[in-house]
C-alpha cells in the first residue's frame, strides 16, 4: 500500500524557515517524481515544486523561486522541502504527491495527508 | 504558463442527475489532462488521467472526454458520495498547472 506523511509544518514569523519531509513506502521511491502542491484556506490547488526521480532535475512555480529548494533522499524514501523568506501568502496546507512518471510532469495518483504551514507574526 | 479554467466554479445537482464540468487550456494540452475530486479535509484523489482513463477503482459512472483544449469530466448519476470540489490538472509542461475548481453541491 503506497503511503505518503508529511510532517515537519507549523507555524513561522514571515521571513523564517520551515524543512518539510514527506516519507515514502509503498512502492519503489527512486522510480518516480516527486512534487509538492499546496492549498491556502479556502482556496484552491497550486502546484509549488517537483523534482525527480533521480534528483537530476528540479521544477518550481515563479513565487517561490529563490526561497524554496525541493530534495530527496532516496536511500531513505524521503522527500523535502526547504522554505526559506516565507510570506503570509505561503501559508497553506503542504501536500507531497507522487507523479506517475519517473522524469515528473504526469498526474498524481498517490497524496499525502499534507501538513499546515502558518507564516503570522 | 498554461492557464486552466474550469466552469461552472459552482453547481447545484441532485442525487441521479447527470453533470458535466467544462475545463478549457490556454493551449493545446493534447492529452494531458486529469481530474481529482477533493472531500472538505481530506486530500485530492485522481479519478482520471491523459483525458479519458478511469483511475482504478474509480466508478465507472465518472468519464472524462476532450483533447487539445477542451475537456469534460461527467458524471452519469449522481450518488451522494459524489458531493464534493472536482480539479482539472495540465501535466503536458511544467508548470504543471490546476484549474480553479468546481464545487458540486447538493
Known amino acids: 500500500e503506497v503511503q505518503l506523511v508529511e510532517s515537519g509544518g507549523g507555524l513561522v514569523q514571515p521571513g523564517g524557515s520551515l524543512r518539510l519531509s514527506c516519507a515514502a513506502s509503498?512502492?519503489?521511491?527512486?522510480?518516480?517524481?516527486m512534487s509538492w502542491v499546496r492549498q491556502a484556506p479556502g482556496k484552491g490547488l497550486e502546484w509549488v515544486s517537483a523534482i525527480s526521480g533521480s534528483g537530476g532535475r528540479t521544477y518550481y512555480t515563479d513565487s517561490v523561486k529563490g526561497r524554496f529548494t525541493i530534495s530527496r533522499d532516496n536511500s531513505k524514501s524521503t522527500l523535502f522541502l526547504q522554505m526559506n523568506s516565507l510570506r503570509a501568502e505561503d501559508t497553506a496546507i503542504y501536500f507531497c504527491a507522487k507523479d506517475t512518471y519517473p522524469t515528473g510532469a504526469g498526474a498524481f495518483d498517490f497524496w499525502g495527508q499534507g501538513t499546515m504551514v502558518t507564516v503570522s507574526s | 504558463d498554461i492557464q486552466m479554467t474550469q466552469s461552472p466554479s459552482t453547481l447545484s445537482a441532485s442525487v441521479g442527475d447527470r453533470v458535466t464540468i467544462t475545463c478549457r487550456a490556454s493551449q493545446s494540452i493534447y492529452s494531458w489532462l486529469a481530474w481529482y475530486q477533493q472531500k472538505p479535509g481530506k486530500a485530492p484523489k485522481v479519478l482520471i488521467y491523459k483525458a479519458s482513463n478511469l483511475e482504478r477503482g474509480v466508478p465507472s459512472r465518472f468519464s472524462g472526454s476532450g483533447a487539445g483544449t477542451d475537456f469534460t469530466l461527467t458524471i452519469s448519476s449522481l450518488q451522494p458520495d459524489d458531493f464534493a470540489t472536482y480539479y482539472c490538472?495540465?501535466?503536458?509542461?511544467?508548470?504543471?498547472?490546476f484549474g480553479q475548481g468546481t464545487k458540486l453541491e447538493i
Open positions: 490538472q495540465q501535466y503536458r509542461t511544467y508548470p504543471v498547472s
Open positions: 509503498g512502492f519503489t521511491f527512486s522510480n518516480y517524481a
